[in-house]
């Protein structure tokens, strides 16, 4: 069968060349078409030594002709090439935020302006196969999660499904640097965060309602989320951690609850081929690199209290392998074709 | 006016040796004698480079004709060594957790087996000047703090004196690698931490009871404290972050709840002059190499809560800056003496 | 065709792990083997979670019915673990030093003691592929480079081939801490060495002799080998950067120098799949995680010298990733066979 | 008496801000004007949290009114700032390159384009203590040496001293990434820079002429320079690893040159009290945050080689702390005077 013909739209940032890397791989894809405005012209390989095999030049434009797009343009602008090639029918994968949230006022509160893309919301999905993987495979567009909430909604959605929680959700992220993006700020300046952790955008992140949408799908009576990220001097990963108080509800009605958060966690997740329920505290070390998500649960009968762990890399799982295993859902292809590299330890 | 003659024992670790650094450089201070068991006989500058100026040698046991001493000892062997000592009339600073909880129990039920020495425990004074300058000024023997702890209860205290808080206390701290000492471990071991997060000791940490005391010291009605430590890839710093509920008295008799926050960290710190409330997210690297802690207090609306960040440098406010502070508290030196060193940045 | 059932002894060591993760995905090789004496009877998954989806047990003893043993025990252990096996017909490959040296008198010089196995330094090859791809397909034991002599080798033997260089060969090699292995030390503990640069072995480092071995055999003029290594702050990959003078000779028979370098080494290098003649100074990350090593050769008409930087990943092409091509070459498949991922930038 | 007024013209970048902290530490200082044109009108402790007790507003223009000004403006821009203040009489120390070498043409090929204002190169003296200390005393106009050349020739300066080499000067360096700047560009980028170690400058740096010049006042018979620079994944420091030839002449009328070589380094810098001559291998943390310099010389016989290695944090010694240094001696103070910091390990 021939490969089904791949391009991504701004291939110039972390997202899209971790993309390229994956795709390069993929045996059921021919990554035809790279595009980059200020880089338009150059080899990818001269910009991005480590694919220093590949042929590819990066494009000012895209070729309408392949069969598949990513686009990793930035939220709005992504919107703006998204909608045109959908209408021409194309199968699209937006990593930008623009599909994300199914509420267009919560996308005007929290990126500023109106939706510029309104009509597309109904039929888009929320690209989190572990939650959605029917309809990802049925979609035409499938809006890519992003970083911090597919960590955190892997570690919450067992509970909110079985109803274990109430009250307020916690969830303080410790981020790589990579999540910051490949442009140049003072707070990713080697010497700035280097030997330093820091909190950020302590009025509130805008990965905060995504997060509180999925939760709120699983369980209607989900609290408010108190989401807070950090930078930790590292290159990639995101460690989620998630303190929930438990249901008095649940609580009463389970004979064992200890067994029971361990043995729900592994139901929900028991045909989740990337993500993985450990017994031990996770590093991000332990998915480096990789698709994978390793999520621990335990429970502390002193305070009364559900405290889950996840980790991930943020640029696969977090990112360009998890927009590739939602490719492969919506191409038909197995799961984890071209993801099944191992995490790289140490 | 001669210089106080001090010792230190066991000044192999990391809070020993920067205990070591500050003294020698301590106007007041004639730092004698330093302890430590297996390299007894070796230079101190010849294990520690850094120290290259120092003709100080590593004794095996330690002179008690001095005037002052550190133990920097493991808990348990600590108390061994104070007891004596404080018997013999000499002050001392533990820097190790034999006295830091007032409940033997508590102290039975996170170190394991009995206090070793229970009945200095009602004269020790808990070390955080900012909470008890008095009684420091006063000791004989001094507690110092654990290093979560400072930073957590500094970032707690004006919010608990104040009543600002109900229901849980939640603390999520970030530490480098550091906070866990010098003794090779496959967790500190550098490939293995190194470009990686990590949860640990989620079964509960030993710092728990000890934030938990001085909460309740403060605010009769403190609620559960719930701890979570973390190691990221640095070799100093915490940085806490607290999760509190506004209590519904607190915020029905405030006029200006935003306002009022800050006013009352700001009150509360107004005689400390190493703790700095802030505008801005504080970061590790705003303190490093300095007795300073940033406290940042923040009220949300939508939640009804207050989150505090705190920062140190572990190893200083965090351990052996705290304890000079400590020192010249029971000495009669000013406050800040050889403590002026401003942070090492970038 | 039916996989070949493979080994690995002391799989817990870094190479010996990485050899796993490598030999996990090859699509030729059943891994069905991996021993270790302390952590014997526990799951791999277990001592290494990246591993998580592996079923096999770390054995006490190595099963010798299997067609192909990698070796990573550490010097003179590893040569009584490889000479029953070989006697017993199994095709070996060492990673350790034993069988690298061909002179046992270097060996004895250098690794202390008489070589422990003498009579198998005739017939084991040195398995650098680049250099020595035919005899290694031929062979039964095969010694794995140094992770050291890998790049330099590589980055000096298109000159010393072409007899460009006169006088001492400078070998300034920095290595991330992994090189150091998984054993714990003082020196690769996380805050000894993170935030720090340090120069080690200054009294001579056992990877010169075999970078000299190597480089005598391909110009029996070559001068002397001084190397000197570094430890940086990193994980992964060493950038060793090598400083030769040009040969009078050779520049006076030469017409456009410059060209000719340059040409030089893509001609050496024409078959290589995983030897990349770089335009542009190489990085470590360049090759994170990758089997490819980076070559940039430079003159300098200034000081009449060649400068020749090479970029590796200390564990993939300087260990584990080389092992397994030169298992490729052995077997008779593709030399990229499970080699083929790219390395994961940033 | 009185302390001196000393201004800070651009204390925007790294080298100005550590300029900053060690003036506000200072006793005989008062440090009363830092500029800033970006930055000007915001609090100094708003830009940087570190100084947070600083009142100091960074300002437009400098107050021409203070004793003693050190230009931190980049080259070129520095000399038409220094130009008008030395003629008024200040006495100056520029931390830019522009009166750092003698021979204008030098400065010409090296930076492009004329010298701004050679009339000033002949009474301006180079700032290395450790050479030029009387100079210094009496000038007007210092020139502070680069942070590379600052580690290279004081690691060089008593072999050159002694002629001890003969033939061509090796020097490679490892630089944290602080000494970049603080100016965004991709190589300092954290993603990029972190986990990644590279040369770079390999056309050619602009320190080498200045390493040459000293060499070249030293030893009349100094060969030639090759200077390589690389970058390393931590914030501060310098590592020099300097491979020289031993002169025939100095071998053969020399009794016991292993004693000698070191003796020679030691008389050299018996009145340096920044200089230390190491009995083992040095690491940059040694030094982090002072303004010591370590040097390990380090004879061998079978290569007829001297080997020496020195560390310097490139802020302090290569940067702020040698330009106060400079400034104790022009003004009389005590040359360790506000300098006296150890070394913050680890």
Request: hydrophobic share 40%; charged share 20%.
């Amino acid at each position: 069968m021939a490969q089904i013909r791949v391009a991504i739209v701004n291939v110039t940032g972390y997202i899209g060349v971790d993309l390229a890397r994956l795709l390069l791989q993929h045996p059921e894809v021919d990554l035809c078409c790279v595009t980059g405005r200020s880089l338009a012209g150059k080899r990818l390989s001269e910009v991005f030594p480590h694919l220093a095999g590949s042929e590819l030049v990066i494009q000012p434009e895209l070729d309408t002709s392949v069969d598949f797009v990513f686009s990793a343009m930035p939220h709005k602008a992504s919107a703006e090439v998204v909608e045109p090639l959908v209408k021409q029918g194309l199968r699209v994968i937006d990593v930008s935020a623009d599909f994300r949230l199914k509420d267009p006022h919560q996308y005007e509160t929290w990126y500023g302006g109106p939706h510029p893309c309104p009509q597309l919301l109904a039929s888009a999905v929320y690209g989190l196969p572990e939650l959605h993987r029917t309809e990802i495979a049925q979609a035409q567009l499938v809006a890519n999660p992003g970083c911090y909430p597919t960590g955190a909604i892997l570690a919450l959605a067992p509970a909110m499904a079985a109803g274990m929680a109430e009250g307020d959700i916690i969830v303080d992220s410790k981020s790589g640097v990579s999540g910051a993006g490949r442009s140049l700020t003072l707070s990713t300046h080697f010497a700035e965060c280097n030997e330093s952790v820091a909190a950020y955008a302590v009025e509130g992140h805008r990965h905060m309602p995504e997060i509180r949408q999925e939760c709120a799908r699983l369980d209607s009576n989900a609290g408010e989320v108190i989401f807070q990220p950090h930078l930790v001097p590292m290159t990639r990963g995101i460690l989620s951690t998630c303190y929930l108080r438990l249901s008095q509800d649940w609580l009463q009605g389970t004979f064992d609850p200890e067994q029971a958060v361990v043995q729900a966690y592994r139901d929900f997740y028991a045909d989740a081929p990337f993500v993985r329920v450990v017994d031990l505290p996770p590093a991000t070390k332990h998915v480096w690199g990789s698709n994978y998500c390793h999520v621990f649960p335990r429970l502390d009968f002193r305070t009364a209290r559900l405290l889950v762990i996840s980790c991930i890399d943020n640029l696969v799982k977090g990112g360009a392998g998890e927009a590739v295993q939602n490719m492969n859902l919506m191409c038909g292809f197995p799961e984890t074709c071209g993801l099944g590299a191992l995490p790289v330890y140490p």
